[in-house]
């Protein structure tokens, strides 16, 4: 490589450093805002937040770095990069360009947008007012359409939307196993609705001592081996986890004292995500590459952790009896009805509360209303119509104002349209990769009945988290599992663990 | 205001704006990195401070900054600037000056020794090792001899590093000042050395519930007016306050099982510093004038809270009560023994220990062997002789080794030179502000025994605290109080009030 090539590599190294820096300080103000930062102070640190912001945007797309990065595609500088360096140069270009295709006035002016249909959102959904919310909708779906417009279209107008969340997914596929979910699980939620064998949920709505739940949900993340001196965890009103850097990752949950096991299922949903960032490998620490691969990757990491292993029943033949240690007097239930109790199935209106298996259909609704808005030109005065007649086709339930109907989500109000698959994708990925797991990992069920969590978190350790964002999703998925996504896995899931829990022949 | 002079004003503004900005987010992250930053991201977190420092340094540094201030100092440009835009640029170009007259290669070679020398100085302390230490002593002496050369001296070298802290200092002024004050408080101290009357401590030493200190601390920052939207209480090793802005002034303390004021008063010496920052001015938000005017006047607040208010009869005889019932059957004492259990005065060895008359002869010892340093070519070696001399001098007790000696404090090690002498300024400015406040505020300590905060609160306010940087330390003794610094006032408070618990004829 002739020495120009080699300073084009030192100074495309240094930048893409320093946008991690500036990524990560960033982040903790992001942190410290939704952790308790004190309400006056909001408007210096947007201020703060919006200067930072710039300044890692102007470094993001500055001419010298588009310089840098055409020097690399060389072909002959690119053959001589590393696997990472390589890797590096392509996502970048691919930020670079989407960001640069923007004209900065453009932009600004959708920033400003999307900032305030946020805030008409939140005022129409507290008044059921969706004729108010309609017009800043119709702008945003508006400037996205412009957006497309100069990143240009890919196979369909709405696969340019889906690029951004799970890079490489497409329409195409997600028609193809979109379609194959719903056609298993619209059935099987009518089979369960039906069913005689309803579990038992009363025992689970008393008074739960806050602390002795924080305690257990300690308890539970060590168990999983979330590594404390990298991280913490902390209270907010919407859970999240957010990884500053493999040696800080953080997350928070919500103690509700109504609910034994609301606060320690989210625990052990952000905890999935800590434990994909906590454990990616040293080698792309300071690069942008340091993150979860996709929107969609992340999620199976945290509905893993969640669902296929925090609702097992061998999960809870081991910690229900520390459990019951902890509340004395209040959990007086057999393992199974306390299981089954944490396993119920019931069509709802609202996305954030569903099951894990009506949960699905919620998506797909979503992901079919935002393909009929780019691909078919649907518009924001139709969407409640739309909204209202698949929920009664897939749900057989109808919301009954558009507060608890399509109001109930921000994404829209924000833009961020494309997103919503990544939540299903998640559900996909995580039962793949699981049956993958129970081939490779002897004993894995054991395992979870001894509570010997640790070699499970290690061979998603190998096999997934320490790869980062060195890896795409499809690349991943193929590598992991030896063939392409298929919605067979979480299907059959859903089928064998709901057909024992409510007794369907 | 000719239209260039217009736009560099409004440049200028831009840029103070944005330094602001910066500050605020680095103040965020060091506060994060003290109240509890998991151990094992800060690798890349000190990358994170050390990419944003960079860039704010070379924004406060940048040549068209500098060409702005010579705009705006033009007479007829600057004669047009607003009060605030005036002391702004003032400010600035003193900073800006201090700042480009270091060669950018100097200072990083600086800022590396001063990093090794304070981890020497952590190990020397420790292993009581003062030779291991002595030699990055003097290169962090030679350097800073270095620095007052590029500077310029003023009246004396060490007038010079005193200016960093206490703008406008003087050695002829603290001469005067501190020798006031040594000639009156050696003989003080003798006396009460000496009185038959020492008070009873014995009850303080019992284990006191955090969580019962922590409450009792928060209610008493609370009755000092402290704004809970504009601020919030942690924990950390060395409590501290730190200003992001107004509506954003955190501070810390330490909860001690075994002493049940210790983190109170604490809690109160932090509050003091945060009742000025989140009292600052609104137009001076967004600038480099919105914090404290200099290290004493910052100083002299949190103490004002701590020892004149905190420590005082009146306080105690209104809260005691409170106190008691927070530490059933703990503190069967009167309110006159605790009031005297906790204003023992005893020469030590240790300045952080030291009580509130002694604690000033420790720092005059400090600043006459800064001034032996700089002005007099004092050298390194010598220093442990010399601190040795003094103690025994001025407190009648000589440290037994190094490390509770010359090697006590953290400051010389990392070259914070002429800083020392803000903590005793810090209490002679309360005890002057104190006296003009009894004068003007018509039962004042009235208010106190009523717990009736406010008042006071509001007259620190009026008259200093929201000015911030916009007058100097002597402007605002001056205005304040009518007159120039004078020890006299500390050396009567002192005397009234330990003539009294000493009972000393």
């Not at 069920?445 to 001894?450: F, I, P, T």
């Amino acid at each position: 490589m002739p020495a120009t090539k080699a300073e084009a590599l030192q100074s495309f190294k240094e930048t893409i450093r320093k946008i991690k820096s500036y990524e990560e300080a960033l982040g903790v103000l992001y942190w410290d805002l939704r952790t308790g930062a004190p309400r006056k102070g909001m408007d210096t640190r947007s201020e703060a937040i919006g200067a930072l912001s710039g300044d890692m945007f102007k470094l993001s797309t500055s001419p010298e770095l588009g310089e840098w990065l055409s020097a690399l595609e060389e072909k002959h500088a690119y053959a001589e990069l590393s696997e990472i360096e390589q890797r590096l140069v392509t996502e970048t270009r691919k930020d670079y360009d989407r960001s640069v295709l923007i004209p900065p006035q453009l932009y600004q002016e959708y920033v400003v947008l999307a900032s305030q249909s946020e805030s008409k959102w939140e005022e129409a959904k507290a008044s059921n007012d969706y004729a108010g919310f309609q017009p800043y909708l119709e702008k945003v779906i508006a400037y996205t359409n412009q957006f497309i417009d100069l990143w240009g279209a890919k196979a369909t107008r709405y696969d340019t939307l889906l690029d951004q969340y799970e890079p490489g997914m497409t329409v195409a596929e997600l028609d193809r196993v979109f379609g194959g979910l719903r056609a298993e699980l619209v059935p099987l939620a009518a089979a369960i609705a039906s069913s005689a064998h309803q579990p038992d949920t009363s025992f689970l709505r008393q008074s739960f001592d806050k602390s002795a739940q924080k305690a257990f949900s300690l308890y539970i993340l060590e168990q999983m081996g979330y590594d404390f001196s990298a991280g913490r965890l902390d209270e907010s009103v919407h859970p999240f986890a957010t990884g500053l850097s493999p040696g800080d990752v953080r997350i928070t949950t919500r103690y509700l004292e109504d609910d034994v096991t609301s606060a320690l299922f989210g625990t052990i949903h952000e905890g999935g995500h800590a434990l994909y960032e906590q454990n990616i490998m040293d080698e792309l620490i300071g690069t942008t590459l340091c993150t979860g691969t996709s929107m969609g990757i992340h999620e199976s990491q945290s509905r893993f952790w969640e669902n296929v292993i925090g609702r097992s029943r061998p999960f809870w033949n081991r910690y229900f009896g520390e459990l019951q240690q902890r509340f004395p007097g209040q959990l007086d239930v057999s393992v199974d009805q306390f299981y089954r109790g944490n396993n119920v199935v019931q069509p709802s209106l609202i996305r954030i509360e569903a099951d894990e298996l009506t949960y699905n259909l919620h998506i797909i609704i979503r992901y079919e209303m935002e393909k009929l808005i780019f691909n078919e030109g649907a518009k924001a005065a139709d969407l409640p119509a739309l909204w209202n007649d698949k929920y009664r086709e897939y749900l057989g339930v109808v919301p009954s104002n558009d507060a608890e109907g399509v109001l109930q989500d921000v994404h829209w109000s924000g833009g961020a349209f494309g997103y919503f698959p990544s939540y299903s994708l998640g559900n996909m990925y995580a039962a793949q990769f699981a049956d993958t797991m129970e081939q490779e990992l002897s004993g894995f069920w054991s395992h979870v009945e001894a509570g010997n969590l640790l070699p499970i978190k290690q061979w998603l350790t190998e096999r997934i988290y320490k790869y980062g964002k060195l890896r795409t999703p499809a690349e991943l998925i193929a590598s992991v599992t030896g063939k392409p996504l298929d919605p067979k896995h979480l299907v059959a899931y859903l089928s064998k663990k709901y057909s024992d829990i409510y007794r369907l022949s």
